[in-house]
Every structure is written in structure tokens, then in C-alpha cells.
């Protein structure tokens, strides 16, 4: 039976991701979305292992809704979800919010698409490595 995992991230905008306007950036969302994505892949494949199993997880579609501007100082939590299912349909499904920490405003949110490549060929994986796939049942 699919299940939804949750990771919790605290997001602070930083001098460097503030655009003309004052405010961040549109393509530093992306960034938050993508250390969310991470939160949950490392626990399932580490990047050593990636190369060790030639695996490569590509994005294949990635977007983001801006509901508010955020600005330097705001404080944030960024949600990043994503449904395991029982078995692996070659591909993997995130879903975020950014939210402010204080208030609970919805700043943005987003989906990311990946898939699972063999690195050396690039063609698209089926089915994750038997390890891989024990250690992403067992996410909670």
C-alpha cells in the first residue's frame, strides 16, 4: 500500500539570493526544492553508492508555483513530500511547500519528476538495485 513521507527543511534566503527587486531570486527556489528532494534520496542512495551501482537520478520535470515573495530575513520550512509506493514504477515523485516558519504563509510550492539511469549508458532504469530498494521500503 503507497505511503507519504515528510522531511521538514528551515530555509533562510542568503545576500546572494536576492534579485534587483529585493526579493529571491525565482531559481534559487529550485535550489530549497532540490536539498528537500535530497533529504530523502541520501537516505536511500548515497552518492558513493550511486557511482559504485552506476546509477544516475535524473530530473525530468521540475516546477514551481509563487504564491508570495520571500525576502532576506524571512524565516522558512520547506516541505518536501514524497509516496513510496510498493513497487517502483520507474519513478520517483516530490511534491514541496515553502512556507513561512512564523506565520505559515505558503510562499511557493512545487513537483519534481526523476527517473533512475544507468550512468555509463543513460538509458532509463526499471528497478532499483535489490539494497536500494530494501533501504527505500524501510523510509518512515
Known amino acids: 500500500m503507497p505511503r ?32 528537500g528532494r535530497l533529504s530523502i534520496m541520501n537516505e536511500v542512495l548515497s552518492l558513493d553508492d550511486a557511482r559504485r ?31 513510496i509506493d510498493d513497487a517502483f514504477s520507474g519513478k520517483l515523485e516530490f511534491s514541496h511547500e515553502l512556507r513561512n516558519a512564523e506565520t505559515g504563509a505558503l510562499h511557493a510550492c512545487g513537483e519534481c519528476v526523476c527517473a533512475l539511469a544507468n550512468m555509463r549508458t543513460m538509458k532509463l532504469l526499471r528497478e532499483f538495485a535489490p539494497e536500494i530498494m530494501e533501504k527505500y521500503r524501510r523510509l518512515k
Not at 536576492?18 to 526579493?23: E, L, S
Request: proline share 5%; aromatic share 12%.
Open 53 to 83: 551501482l552506476d546509477i544516475a537520478v535524473p530530473v525530468v520535470k521540475n516546477s514551481c508555483e509563487y504564491f508570495a515573495p520571500v525576502r532576506i530575513g524571512d524565516r522558512l520550512e520547506l516541505l518536501t513530500r514524497h509516496k
Open 4 to 35: 507519504r513521507i515528510t522531511r521538514r527543511l528551515a530555509v533562510a534566503p542568503e545576500f546572494r539570493d536576492i534579485d534587483i527587486m529585493g526579493v529571491v531570486h525565482n531559481c534559487v527556489y529550485f535550489e530549497w526544492f532540490e536539498r
